[in-house]
């Protein structure tokens, strides 16, 4: 199945600032390359967007999967879209990155 990808801002937000705290530590290119390979891994969402696991206690529907061991990707569907929720690295707290639901 190929379903359309969309970041939310949240997630948009989470890679700038893990590509400037990476950039400021080992320098621009490797935070891009990083980067990108983290988009280029939620774009394949696409096709498996129904992979990782359910975390139905934080909200119904949201999913995560790990990413090269430090990033945590946040995601849920809704019928052909898969949203990336939120891009977190590096063991943040993945409970307070969400508010509470209504």
């Known amino acids: 199945m190929n ?22 530590r ?10 990108e390979r983290i988009r280029s891994y939620c774009a394949g969402f696409a096709d498996f967007g129904e ?11 949201l999913r995560t999967v790990g990413f090269e061991r430090r990033v945590t990707i946040a995601f849920h569907l809704i019928e052909e879209t898969v949203f990336i929720d939120r891009v977190l690295y590096g063991g943040r707290d993945l409970r307070g990155a969400f508010p509470e639901r209504d």
Not at 3 to 24: N, T
Not at 26 to 35: C, K, L, M, Q, V
């Open 3 to 24: 379903r359309k990808v969309v970041l939310a801002p949240e997630a948009r937000s989470d890679l700038l600032d893990l590509h400037d705290y990476i950039a400021a």
């Open 26 to 35: 080992s320098g621009g290119r490797i935070a891009f390359e990083y980067t």
């Open 51 to 61: 992979r990782g696991t359910r975390r139905d206690d934080i909200f119904e529907g």
